[in-house]
């Protein structure tokens, strides 16, 4: 029998959460990745999710590596591997720069001092849009894995507010 490791558990929740989320119509899912890097024994899922079709869109990304695997399955392994997954969260605006409204409503969200990446891409066909990226600097183990759905409805209300904009008006 296929015994799930705590990669797998935490992509069933978070996968979980944002379909029962796209299901009672809060949201809908825009896309969904799978990957299984064989040369790297490293596995990422993301899945893309707007809020009632809004500006805004996000992708919620878990990652794995192969110390984080080898700490799972070989206990004898000591070191400051955690069996888990690093989880990241992107929030893309079709536009090219973020207001200063809405830099306030992340650091509101998710703390000032959250490591935060800004970054404008352009598209030829997209024109251009701009991205917010939140880590976490720490594993995600399934010790935690009901703070993976509380970050699901943090992102969407996150990405609600941003809709509305500073004053609750909506944009």
């Known amino acids: 029998m296929f015994d799930p490791t705590a990669f797998d ?23 969904r990745h799978d990957l299984v890097d064989i040369a790297t024994l490293s596995r990422s ?39 888990g997954a690093a989880i990241s969260i992107l929030f893309r605006k079709h536009s090219d720069s973020w207001t200063e409204d809405e830099l306030e409503i992340f650091n509101n969200q998710w703390g ?28 995600i183990t399934e010790e935690m894995i009901d703070d993976v759905e509380e970050m699901v409805y943090f992102t969407i209300e996150t990405i609600d507010l941003l809709g509305k904009g500073k004053n609750g008006n909506n944009k």
Do not use: H, W
Request: proline letters at 1%; a negative charge; aromatic letters at 8%.
């Open 45 to 83: 899922y993301t899945i893309g999710f707007n809020s009632n079709g809004k500006l805004f869109e996000v992708d919620m990304m878990l990652k794995s590596d192969l110390k984080k695997l080898a700490s799972e399955l070989l206990p004898d392994q000591k070191g400051t591997d955690f069996a």
């Open 112 to 139: 000032e001092n959250r490591c935060y990446e800004l970054r404008t891409v352009s598209s030829n066909r997209q024109g251009a849009y701009s991205e917010m990226i939140i880590q976490f600097d720490r594993t």
């Open 9 to 31: 558990n935490l992509k069933t929740v978070l996968e979980g959460t944002i379909y029962d989320r796209d299901l009672d119509g809060t949201i809908s899912i825009l896309k």
